[in-house]
Structures are given as structure tokens and as C-alpha cells.
């Protein structure tokens, strides 16, 4: 399954806010894309199963389908972006994930940075490496799925480590999350 460069934008739309529902002309204002191509991507986006869509009145919301592998498969490839654009700005960022990616991190699910805190969520106490000028701390999975429903982690973070895992566990509490969003809208 290939990803054009539309659906890679819709992609990082949903991204920025995993549990947000847009109409497709919500969609096209925020990308400064035309309608009608724009309903064209998310209809196949649709069909592949990567987006649902949610009656509301007489239009549809769209969201990510977080039961999706194909979803998060794509979602992982751009948070992989997301984070190697961001290390290619911050050399020490850059070696604190080439040193979770070398050092053998059984137990660890996944690290996230969210604003100022550099997150592991972790199955078992580890000794994790520290990033200058970030607040390091190490979660259960239990305390990073309320954080995930009680805090800006899921919409400002940049994942270094763990794609799926931390996918997983959003799709844990992607009722809860939907919920808050539909409170909002």
C-alpha cells in the first residue's frame, strides 16, 4: 500500500490529534486543498479502512481507525518523519534515539516527548538515558493511558521509540478520547 503526498498531509492532520473528527471540507480548508480532489483521497482513505466516518446530521465526520493495521502502519510512517525531521534539528536528540536503538530495551514500549517531558512507558523498571533540558520520567501503561486521556500528550508529542506500542495503547482509550473530542465539538 502506497502513500501519496495528500494522503500523507491528511495523515499528519489526524496525527497532530489522534482522536479529532473532521468533515472532508474541514479537511480541504485546513490543507488549502480543493474539495473535490480533497473527497476524492478520503474516499479511498475510507475504503481502505484507514479513516471511519460518523454520520452527524447531513455530513459525515471523518476519524482514524485506530482497529486498523493499515493505519497505524501509516500513521507510524509519519511519526518516523516527524521525529527524524526533529532530530535532524537537535544533534543531542538525535543521539539519545540512535542510543535506545542500540542498547537492548526489553520492557520498554515506547518514548514520547510531549512540550518539555521526555516519557517512557515501560513494562518493568529500566535505567533510561536523560535528554538535556527535558523533564525525564518512566510510566506503566497504566499511568501513560491517563496521561493519554488527561493531558496534551496526544496532541504534542513526537514518539522516538515504539510506534506500534504507543499506537496500541492510544487505541486503548480511544473511546475515552473520542468522547472528549465530541464533548468539544
Known sequence: MLIGDVDREILELFSEDIAAFYSINQIAKRLGKKYPYLNKRVSSLLEQGILKKSVLGNTYLCSLNLASDSAIAMLSMVEIERREKAAARDRSLRQLIEQIKSEKREGLV??????????????ERLSLPKLTGFASSSVDKAGFLDMLCSSGVIKEHTILYGFEGYFRLVREVEKEL????????
Open 110 to 123: 515506547c518514548a514520547v516527548i510531549s512540550g518539555s517531558r521526555l516519557i517512557y512507558v515501560c513494562q
Open 178 to 185: 473520542r468522547a472528549q473530542q465530541l464533548r468539544d465539538i
